[in-house]
């Protein structure tokens, strides 16, 4: 079975710029969820959605972003990007809405540069 | 608020010798305990997750965890380290409220010499 996937691996965009990052989890899984990790720490989280309605919001401003989609798949986007935005983006999928009886996998990322 | 502080940035141990990696926790509720490990340019990986149940926790690879809640700590060992055991490890603690809101320690990078 395929795990989360992720696309595109790597991105170079320019301050000021948008950006769409793109999941697919893994197929039943139902939520879908969004850290950020900045090199050298461990991941924050950003987003959750579950059945295509967010059910969690990490402290992050309103310039991030997303959606769901009736396949279950989901956009993170980024406006207006700061070199600051530069970062590992993780998504991570489980079939339940929490870590409890449902473990969350997770893809191996978006790079994202900002120059 | 709930947290978690991971002791050690960096642990270097021998192929061979046992692994201790640190973790504490603060929590204002019976917390959710797990670990994670990242190798390179990959996802996060659950070795193991604490969740009420038994507080000695066994996970993959040979890994496992115990939850000391008078010592608020969630330390992660193995017996035996293998080559293929380096990587960075992370502590996370959950948000209470069902949802999938992990809090990660800073991690802890293990390097395995021969």
């Known amino acids: 079975d395929a795990g989360v996937t992720q696309s595109p691996t790597h991105l170079i965009k320019t301050r000021g710029q948008q950006v769409t990052l793109r999941c697919s989890p893994i197929s039943g899984h139902k939520s879908v969820s969004w850290y950020q990790q900045v090199l050298g720490q461990g991941p924050q989280f950003i987003f959750q959605?579950?059945?295509?309605?967010e059910r969690g919001r990490g402290n992050f401003p309103d310039r991030f972003s997303a959606r769901q989609f009736p396949n279950y798949s989901s956009e993170l986007n980024v406006n207006a990007l700061l070199l600051g935005d530069s970062a590992l983006y993780l998504c991570a999928s489980s079939w339940g809405q929490g870590p409890y009886n449902s473990p969350l996998h997770f893809g191996n990322g978006t790079r994202l540069t900002v120059t | 608020a709930q947290s978690v502080t991971q002791l050690d940035s960096h642990v270097s141990v021998s192929e061979g010798t046992p692994v201790l990696l640190r973790c504490n926790y603060s929590s204002s509720y019976s917390p959710s305990l797990f670990w994670y490990v990242q190798h390179p340019n990959k996802g996060l990986q659950l070795l193991l997750k604490y969740t009420s149940a038994a507080t000695l926790v066994k996970g993959i690879n040979g890994f496992e965890a115990e939850f000391k809640k008078s010592e608020t700590s969630f330390h992660l060992t193995k017996p035996s380290a293998h080559m293929s055991d380096a990587a960075e490890y992370f502590c996370?603690?959950?948000?209470?409220?069902?949802?999938?809101?992990?809090?990660f320690g800073a991690g802890t990078r293990l390097a395995v010499h021969p």
């Open positions: 959605y579950y059945e295509k309605e």
């Open positions: 996370v603690v959950t948000l209470s409220g069902g949802y999938n809101k992990l809090i």
